[in-house]
């Protein structure tokens, strides 16, 4: 039987690399993630998520989950790409993040 990609990137711990690598990225930018074991990440924005999330794809073409919806307002759902994707949204959200509380006139 042959092996999926998904399986492939699993097996050999690309996930879990890519993974600590943005959950790290995160914490240098200020945002908490609670821990994970999955291919995805919760993390802490604070503020509104949704214009958050907006401005990750309008102006960084970065599609993250807005998780106000579901009742966690300020939050968002990252999924766990190639460590360049990571690297990227890492980047992205740095960006979004520095404009926002710029705009609101004060670090959270």
Do not use: K, W, Y
């Not at 240098?28 to 291919?39: E, L, M």
Request: hydrophobic share 50%; with cysteine.
């Amino acid at each position: 039987m042959r092996a999926s990609p998904f399986s492939s990137a699993t097996a050999d711990g690309s996930t879990a690399r890519a993974r600590a690598r943005l959950v790290a990225g995160l914490a240098a930018i200020g945002v908490d993630c609670p821990p994970s074991a999955a291919n995805f990440v919760m993390a802490e924005v604070g503020g509104d998520s949704a214009a958050v999330a907006e401005r990750l794809a309008a102006e960084h073409r970065v599609v993250v989950r807005d998780l106000g919806l579901l009742g966690l307002p300020g939050h968002l759902r990252i999924t766990v790409g190639t460590e360049e994707q990571v690297d990227r949204c890492v980047a992205a959200l740095t960006a979004v993040l520095a404009g926002s509380r710029t705009a609101a006139g004060a670090v959270r």
